[in-house]
């Protein structure tokens, strides 16, 4: 992943993509979703336990950790 540009150096699409798309898993995030059209297709996903699985297990392992962890929990989507 490349360091992220400063606001001043975005285009306005790669603003909107910053504001609109996840840097951990590449999809749209809630903000997307709750400035975008009505759809019948949507999936959401709330993994249980994730959270505490990041902090009692994962928290020593670094971040690469819980985001491997959860770009496979929405792989499974």
Do not use: C, H, Q
């Not at 790669?14 to 996840?22: C, P, Q």
């Not at 590449?26 to 297709?41: C, I, T, V």
Request: aromatic fraction near 6%.
């Amino acid at each position: 992943m490349s360091p992220a540009k400063r606001v001043a150096e975005m285009s306005p699409e790669e603003m909107r993509r910053a504001l609109l798309v996840s840097d951990k898993t590449d999809l749209p995030n809630r903000r997307a979703f709750d400035e975008g059209k009505a759809s019948p297709w949507v999936a959401i996903s709330d993994v249980n336990g994730l959270k505490a699985l990041n902090d009692e297990r994962l928290f020593r392992r670094g971040r690469n950790s819980y985001d491997g962890l959860l770009r496979w929990s929405l792989a499974l989507v």
